[in-house]
């Protein structure tokens, strides 16, 4: 009643995050670097309905960031074997596609030389 009289007045905008969608949990996990949390519900979402295009999009550039973190200077065998399996996630329809594609062949020199 307080409200619809306009003696309280609500602004969303400024309410915290207390209870954030799961849209803003993912964003905000990739904004803070948190590509595996941020992946985790992704891939939980897929496999419960389809992903939007956005979505899918996150999806692939969570993928290439993680990649991309383990194939980082001083990585080991495996952990660029393991960015290997997760760029070979990625479809070519991916906006990215040729940043995948050349750390890709990066990765495979490093892996076969070492």
């Not at 309410?15 to 949990?25: F, I, Q």
């Not at 479809?91 to 070492?114: D, T």
Request: overall charge positive; charged content about 40%; glycine content about 6%.
């Amino acid at each position: 009643y307080a409200m619809q009289q306009g003696l309280i007045k609500f602004d969303a905008a400024k309410l915290p995050d207390v209870l954030p969608s799961e849209k803003a949990s993912i964003d905000q996990h990739i904004k803070n670097g948190e590509f595996d949390k941020a992946r985790e519900m992704l891939e939980n979402k897929a496999k419960g309905s389809k992903l939007s295009a956005s979505e899918q999009e996150k999806l692939y550039g969570v993928y290439l960031s993680i990649a991309e973190s383990k194939a980082g200077e001083g990585a080991e065998k495996a952990e660029m074997q393991e960015a290997l399996k997760m760029l070979e996630k990625i479809p070519s329809k991916f906006k990215k596609y040729k940043e995948v594609q050349k750390l890709m062949r990066k990765l495979k020199k490093k892996v076969k030389r070492g």
